[in-house]
Every structure is written in structure tokens, then in C-alpha cells.
């Protein structure tokens, strides 16, 4: 079993819909929790960081089950510019991350 | 704002070569990555570096090598290259505060033929 799943998708979503997607992992211990966006041939970048409490940036929101252990990303009223592949991450301590290979988001007009 | 620069955003090299990837950060971070990132496999770990001169293997350090001999400077060295190296190469950078993501350069990506 891989250390974080993801379902590679493609979503595809139509413009202004909502649209979730989860990551599970496997280490119980995990300290912190994150979501990347990931356009086509570029670096991922920080979208943002889950809290135990769950919290929301804007349209995102994010959410951590620690008792089923995944997170979740939800995006409200999707914009064409959402368009990218969204990378689960999780910190079990020290230093590393640990990655899921990525779910695949298009948003069609 | 955080900047992490690679040196190369696309290289192609022949095998056999001893290839050099630079990256460099400007925020006077202590932790330094190198990632190698294929299709449906996410982003593996090669090395890291929470120190000057300080290495920790990640998950595939086989035939690659590191060099910290500055803190804002992290190289990835790969020994002799091989077809099985190509890939997107992206190095990151991470001050330490917990809930703060790592922030990534451009990525290099590297052909070996």
C-alpha cells in the first residue's frame, strides 16, 4: 500500500461546479498535511496547509479525518484557472514529505 | 517572497556523463531537497540537507551524490548518467516552521541519451 493514495483522476468538472477529492495515508502518526497545485511542466506550489480543525481559503476548503486518516480538498464554484493537478502531502515528522502521486483537475467552460 | 533558483530549466546529456544540477535559495533556509518527480509516481526524495556540509539519503539516492558547502547552495550530482535518469529534477527549499510548505524551483528537466 502506497504511504498516500490519490485518485489520479481527470476530474472533469464543468465551470462553477464544486469538486472534491480526497488522499488517504498511512502513517497514523502524521504530523501535518498540505495541498499542492501542480500546473502542466511547472513546480508544484503551496496551496495550502490542512488544520485539524479543517479551514478554508477562499472557494477552498480543506479538511482533516484523522480517525479515517485522509484529507480532503474541496473547491467551490470552479473557475477554468483551477485547471491543474492537486498533490496531497504529508508530514509524518522530521523532515520529510511524503507525496501522493497527484488527482488531475480540468474544468471544462 | 522565497526564491529557489535551478540553474537549468531543460538539459539533455549523454550517457556516461557526470551531469551537475545547481539550485540555489535566497531566504537563508536551513533544509534543502532534491525531488525527482516521473508520471504516476509523484515526487520521490534523492537527498536532502538540513545543514552545511550535512546529507541525508531520501528513498532513490542510487547514483546520485550532493554538495552543501554553502547554506543557500545545494547541488545534485549525477555520477554517470543513465537513460533511467530522465526526469523532472526540482529542488526545494524549507525554513523549518512546521506548517509552512516547501517551496520549489522551476525544475530542471533532464534528458540522458
Known amino acids: 500500500r502506497k504511504e498516500v493514495e490519490q485518485d489520479p483522476g481527470p476530474f472533469n468538472v464543468p465551470e462553477g461546479a464544486t469538486v472534491a477529492f480526497n488522499c488517504t495515508y498511512s502513517n497514523s502518526a502524521s504530523q501535518s498535511f498540505f495541498w499542492y497545485r501542480q500546473d502542466c511542466r511547472k513546480e508544484p506550489k503551496l496551496l495550502m496547509s490542512v488544520y485539524s480543525s479543517g479551514n478554508e481559503d477562499g472557494r477552498f476548503t480543506a479538511q482533516l479525518n484523522r480517525a479515517s486518516q485522509y484529507i480532503s480538498l474541496l473547491i467551490r464554484d470552479s473557475k477554468l484557472s483551477d485547471s491543474a493537478t492537486y498533490l496531497c502531502v504529508v508530514k509524518p515528522g522530521g523532515y520529510q514529505l511524503i507525496w501522493g502521486a497527484g488527482t488531475k483537475l480540468i474544468i471544462k467552460p | 517572497d522565497v526564491k529557489v533558483t535551478q540553474s537549468s530549466r531543460y538539459l539533455v546529456k549523454r550517457t556516461g556523463e557526470k551531469v551537475f544540477l545547481e539550485c540555489v535559495q535566497d531566504?537563508?533556509?536551513?533544509?534543502m531537497f532534491w525531488y525527482r518527480q516521473d508520471p504516476g509516481l509523484g515526487l520521490r526524495l534523492i537527498y536532502f540537507s538540513y545543514d552545511v556540509k550535512m546529507k541525508e539519503k531520501g528513498d532513490i539516492p542510487e547514483g546520485y551524490s550532493v554538495s552543501r558547502e554553502k547554506k543557500e547552495r545545494f547541488s545534485l550530482i549525477l555520477e554517470s548518467a543513465s537513460t533511467n535518469q530522465t526526469s523532472m529534477y526540482l529542488c526545494?527549499?524549507?525554513?523549518?516552521?512546521?506548517?509552512?510548505?516547501?517551496?520549489f524551483g522551476s525544475g530542471t528537466r533532464l534528458t540522458v541519451v
Open positions: 526545494a527549499s524549507h525554513g523549518g516552521a512546521a506548517l509552512y510548505g516547501y517551496t
Open positions: 531566504m537563508d533556509h536551513e533544509n
